[in-house]
């Protein structure tokens, strides 16, 4: 055989078992390009609900959610931070004693005086009042006075203090602008429940005396003489 025809027959063999074989693949390639009869319908999209969401609220406060609670049935105590006002109060063994009356040189025009006993109540008043002298009284510590130098002085405290006040330096002193006899000391002497120089306490006083400032009998008979100390 020619070389030529050898070659013609090698090319036509080779076609026919190329052909062969894409007429074999054939069916398998249309079986997987053709589409599949049984398509499952896509169901509807979901439709968006536009219903209004619920919105939530912030977060109550801790002042919110307190007063949210029922109130609970609480009484509350009124503490009483007013003190109570001293008052005159009743005392059977309060005494005051001093001299009826005092007497002193007819020119004088002051006289002083620590004749005086007091006690018998924890807290006590002495008001005295003169209508013809100006009145002062010697002090101790924690002793309340008004008054000094005038018609009418309120003295209070403790009995001890107080009587330590009318007896301390000269006493009291009564001074009058002219001569001092003739003049008169009232003393009203009242049991307090605290110290207190309030003067309208002295209108409840239980104890009231009256001493009367009188001249020495002194007229042109006296005789005047001295007096040997030893």
Known sequence: MSPTLAKLLKRTLLLAAVSFAITQMLPSLADQLSPNPSIETASPAATPNHSAAPIESPPASASEKASAQPDAD??????????????????????????????????????????????????????ITSAKANISIGLVSNTLVDGQGTHS????????????????????????????????LTY???????PSIDPKLCGGAKITRSVAVAALGIDLNTVKTTVKIR
């Open 74 to 127: 609480i009484t509350y105590l009124e503490s009483d931070t007013t003190t109570a006002k001293p008052k005159v109060i009743e005392s059977d063994s309060l005494f005051f004693r001093t001299p009826n009356s005092l007497k002193v040189d007819p020119r004088a025009n002051s006289i002083s005086t620590q004749a005086f006993a007091l006690g018998g109540a924890e807290n006590i008043l002495v008001c």
């Open 153 to 184: 002085v309120t003295l209070s405290g403790s009995a001890s203090e107080v009587l330590a006040s009318l007896t301390a330096s000269r006493g009291i002193t009564a001074l009058s602008s002219g001569r001092i006899a003739g003049s008169t």
């Open 188 to 194: 009203q002497v009242a049991a307090l429940s605290e």
